[in-house]
T-cell receptor, first 115, second 112 residues
Framework: ETGVTQSPTHLIKTRGQQVTLRCSSQSGHNTVSWYQQALGQGPQFIFQYYREEENGRGNFPPRFSGLQFPNYSSELNVNALELDDSALYLC??????????????FGQGTRLTVV | GNSVTQMEGPVTLSEEAFLTINCTYT??????LFWYVQYPGEGLQLLLKATKADDKGSNKGFEATYRKETTSFHLEKGSVQVSDSAVYFC???????????FGTGTSLTVIP
């Protein structure tokens, strides 16, 4: 059973506002990745944090930013929200980089609606 | 670059029918390949994986074989159940290990 928890589960924001999404990684996991899943699409990689440092970033603008804390929990911040930011935001935690013997566990996601 | 292409849905099958969902990939080097499943209102769950050519991943009656020569990782199940209704995502991770590349997902509905 996954131990990755995300909050809030649902959120409605107005265009131009800022939002913070939170993720608690599975116990012992030091790597957190964030994905955006638009309706009917596959998840798209936003960025990854490993031991509090950004360790790779996808094709997202700088208004998408993140943090990882010493307990390895993480935040995703999005500034100047746009209607196209409406999506399910998924957090995944793993012990180290994805690889042959590393499994990533996903949270249930935060559904963000921008109106 | 890295990318995954999977069969478009939706797919509707009768219970006990045979399932195939096609997945092909483009990658530099030797990626690891995955199938994830997403049930309604939930996050992604790992279904199976394969980390090198000719490996077969299997779980809960589902199987997929890593075919380097055809760059494919097709998902199969011999007899589907209503409880298999979900969206299935094919994905790869490359050797940098910092991200998954997902396909667009295939929605499966199994009717009694």
């Amino acid at each position: 059973e996954t131990g990755v928890t995300q909050s809030p589960t649902h959120l409605i924001k107005t265009r131009g506002q800022q939002v913070t999404l939170r993720c608690s990684s599975q116990s012992g996991h030091n790597t957190v990745s964030w994905y955006q899943q638009a309706l009917g699409q596959g998840p798209q990689f936003i960025f990854q944090y490993y031991r509090e440092e950004e360790n790779g970033r996808g094709n997202f603008p700088p208004r998408f930013s993140g943090l990882q804390f010493p307990n390895y929990s993480s935040e995703l911040n999005v500034n100047a929200l746009e209607l196209d930011d409406s999506a399910l935001y998924l957090c995944a935690s793993s012990l180290g980089r994805l690889g042959m013997n590393t499994e990533a566990f996903f949270g249930q996601g935060t559904r963000l609606t921008v109106v | 670059g890295n990318s995954v292409t999977q069969m478009e849905g939706p797919v509707t099958l009768s219970e006990e029918a045979f399932l195939t969902i096609n997945c092909t990939y483009t990658a530099t080097g030797y990626p690891s390949l995955f199938w994830y499943v997403q049930y309604p209102g939930e996050g992604l769950q790992l279904l199976l994986k394969a980390t090198k050519a000719d490996d077969k991943g299997s779980n809960k009656g589902f199987e997929a074989t890593y075919r380097k020569e055809t760059t494919s990782f097709h998902l199969e199940k011999g007899s589907v159940q209503v409880s298999d209704s979900a969206v299935y995502f094919c994905a790869l991770s490359d050797r940098t290990g910092n991200q998954f590349y997902f396909g667009t997902g295939t929605s499966l509905t199994v009717i009694p």
